[in-house]
């Protein structure tokens, strides 16, 4: 029964997700922010340039290697870390750059979404 239900849900284009992750971030608000296990990592601004990005995918031209060594530092520091995000910067996850951007970029998404379906935004 399970099963079938989990079946029947819709599914989001990429569009509609990058659209529901900009209504979300319109929303959220500084404490809102401060409480995510992901988000509380990555300043405004980084979380701004990366909502407008989702347009057109291009998360490398803003998740620059400087950016990304900044969020590693930050991410190792961190105890109370989202886990897809302390992954992204395992040992042995990929190295490469654009890859890591666009990953960290469609889990931004991915997760403003889950908070925008669930009423986890500001407002």
């Not at 659209?19 to 922010?33: E, I, K, R, V």
């Not at 910067?89 to 998404?109: C, W």
Request: proline share 3%; aromatic share 10%; with cysteine.
């Amino acid at each position: 029964f399970f099963f079938f239900f989990f079946l029947a849900l819709p599914t989001m284009s990429p569009e509609e997700e990058v659209a529901a992750a900009q209504l979300w971030w319109g929303t959220a608000d500084d404490s809102t922010l401060q409480r995510d296990s992901l988000f509380k990592h990555i300043k405004r601004p980084e979380i701004e340039a990366t909502m407008s990005a989702a347009s057109s995918g291009k998360y490398a031209d803003f998740w620059t290697v400087d950016r990304l060594a900044e969020l590693n530092n930050t991410v190792d520091t961190a105890t109370d870390c989202h886990p897809d995000l302390k992954a992204l910067f395992a040992a042995g996850a990929s190295k490469n750059v654009r890859l890591r951007a666009n990953r960290l970029g469609q889990l931004m998404i991915t997760h403003a979404v889950e908070l925008q379906k669930g009423g986890g935004g500001g407002g």
